[in-house]
């Protein structure tokens, strides 16, 4: 019982070495003017919106670019998991 709970202990403080690890990526995205910066724990940490598109345009523009950053964060992740050895137990 004890080796379960070391392990579960250990596995506890490799995820979050691998979370203060990706929280120091920084993800951008721009597309038509609207520029989006994430972290790698998927924050959004500055937005600039292109104020000369119309209110449609802008949201259109806004999600497409929110979500290629979001891809774009979770391929960079999953790289970096790959890098660190992964994630004991699931390989």
Known sequence: MF???KQFKDLRS??????????????T???NGVKIVLNG???????N?????NKNSQEET??????????RAQRIMAKKLQDMGG???MN
């Open 41 to 47: 724990n998927m924050e959004l940490i500055s937005l």
């Open 14 to 27: 490799q995820a979050k070495v691998m979370q203060n690890a990706l929280a120091q990526e920084t993800i």
């Open 87 to 89: 994630i004991p137990g």
């Open 49 to 53: 919106l292109n104020e000369s598109l």
């Open 29 to 31: 995205e721009e597309k």
């Open 62 to 71: 806004l999600k497409n670019c929110f979500n290629d950053a979001i891809k």
């Open 3 to 5: 080796s379960k709970l």
